[in-house]
């Protein structure tokens, strides 16, 4: 079973995360940020895996923003995707998504490379917050995840102007990417999806 679970505390947040990849995309989570835990439920559920997270930061203190707690639960998850891929072996490696919400267009494109790195083309200015998230969040939040994955990662946006719409086009174009990359290819089963034989 391709499955993690880790525990992460700091003097900034507290955090548990449990995830199956082989899962159906059932999900259990609290942050007590409403939005950041929709777009999680969505990033579950179009990535077919299950996930349990229970997180508290410091943005349960008065004029506190949820930055750490946001970037925190990136760290946390990202790491719990890699411990769950293990050596890797057998699975599909790359993938790739679009996304269009109403008036966006989304698309992610992955590498389950080793090689961490993302480059975010979308533009949230129109909307600085949404409930107590802040949208800047959502860059900082696919950065932290693909460098502690290891994970390449091309967000861009095609063009949109609602930025719930994209935002939420984001997180389901890259649910559905990490959907194709982590599956297991069954002619390869056994095998590390590189000529260097690791990564």
Do not use: W
């Not at 083309?121 to 502690?148: I, P, Q, V, W």
């Not at 719930?164 to 002619?187: G, M, P, S, W, Y």
């Amino acid at each position: 079973m391709r499955a993690a679970q880790i525990t992460r505390n700091t003097k900034e947040t507290q955090i548990t995360i449990t995830i199956d990849l082989d899962g159906t995309g059932q999900s259990d989570i609290t942050t007590g940020v409403g939005f950041f835990d929709h777009m999680l439920t969505l990033l579950a559920y179009h990535g077919d895996f299950d996930l349990t997270l229970k997180a508290h930061g410091d943005n349960e203190s008065v004029g506190m923003d949820a930055h750490h707690l946001i970037e925190d639960v990136a760290i946390v998850l990202g790491k719990c995707i890699n411990q769950a891929l293990d050596d890797k072996r057998g699975i599909q490696r790359y993938g790739s998504f679009t996304i269009p919400m109403d008036e966006s267009l989304i698309t992610c494109d992955l590498d389950i490379s080793g090689r961490p790195y993302l480059v975010f083309n979308a533009d949230l200015s129109a909307n600085n917050k949404l409930g107590d998230y802040d949208t800047e969040m959502t860059e900082e939040f696919f950065r932290a995840l693909s460098f502690n994955a290891g994970i390449t990662l091309h967000i861009n946006e095609h063009y949109g102007k609602n930025t719930h719409h994209i935002i939420e086009a984001i997180f389901k174009a890259t649910a559905r990417a990490l959907k194709q990359a982590v599956a297991i290819d069954n002619k390869k089963i056994d095998e590390i999806p590189s000529s260097k034989g690791i990564l």
